[in-house]
């Protein structure tokens, strides 16, 4: 079936910081999106992407929409506290298969 | 307005016992997902209604899990001869079911098989 491989798993930044992280699939999406998920809540999505090559901002992050249609990065600059959650990339047809996540910790 | 609604928040229950699961979509959204997530994973999709008929139910694991959505609003996750392995969060999630619209989760069950 269809898989998603995000990386890294986790990552431990300073506050201010600039991120960066990524997704590949096995196959071609149509749609690709960035979801953000806090402790006891559902994911929340931050960005769609829509057409290969495309590139979408949202204040402070920033993803692209890979050409080959399967891969994605998200980036987020000047880290602030509130970022601190787990990332989801996700490809979408008809339904939506989400990575297993990058999970962001900021150092104090 | 209100967003997606999930009840119980929180289930515990015996091995093999029956529960049911509910979801509440927002208001208009003709699309309904249900998916399952476990500890340190993505959610994992169960199953999506497009209406009253369920499109795609291929992420159901096996027989003992099965949803319906009989007037295309409220949804209920039934899991019958619970084991401890379906412990998990269970996600409802709403859309208006055009292309590209997006999905709005709830804040999900979270099953505890004991």
């Known amino acids: 079936g269809q898989q998603l491989n995000q990386s890294p798993q986790s990552m431990f930044i300073q506050e201010g910081e600039d991120v960066s992280m990524n997704c590949t699939s096995s196959s071609i999406f149509n749609t690709w999106l960035w979801y953000k998920q806090d402790p006891g809540e559902g994911p929340v999505l931050l960005i769609a992407?829509?057409?290969?090559?495309e590139l979408t901002s949202n204040g402070r992050l920033t993803a692209q929409f890979g050409i080959t249609r399967k891969d994605s990065f998200l980036n987020i600059s000047a880290s602030i506290p509130s970022d601190v959650g787990i990332y989801f990339c996700a490809g979408q047809e008809d339904k939506i298969i989400f990575g297993k996540g990058t999970r962001l910790h900021i150092l104090p | 307005g209100a967003g997606v609604s999930q009840t119980p928040s929180n289930k515990v229950t015996e091995k093999g016992k029956y529960v049911e699961l509910r979801c509440d979509p927002i208001s208009g959204h003709t699309a309904l997902y249900w998916y399952r997530q476990s500890l340190g994973q993505g959610p994992e999709f169960l199953i999506y209604?497009?209406?009253?008929?369920?499109?795609?139910d291929s992420g159901l694991p096996n027989d003992r899990f099965f949803a319906v959505r009989p007037e295309g609003s409220v949804s209920t996750l039934k899991i019958q001869r619970t084991e401890r392995g379906d412990s998990a969060v269970y996600l409802c999630a709403s859309s208006l079911g055009t292309a590209n619209s997006p999905l709005h989760f709830g804040n999900g069950t979270r099953l505890t098989v004991t």
């Open positions: 992407l829509y057409k290969a090559g």
């Open positions: 209604f497009q209406g009253t008929g369920a499109a795609d």
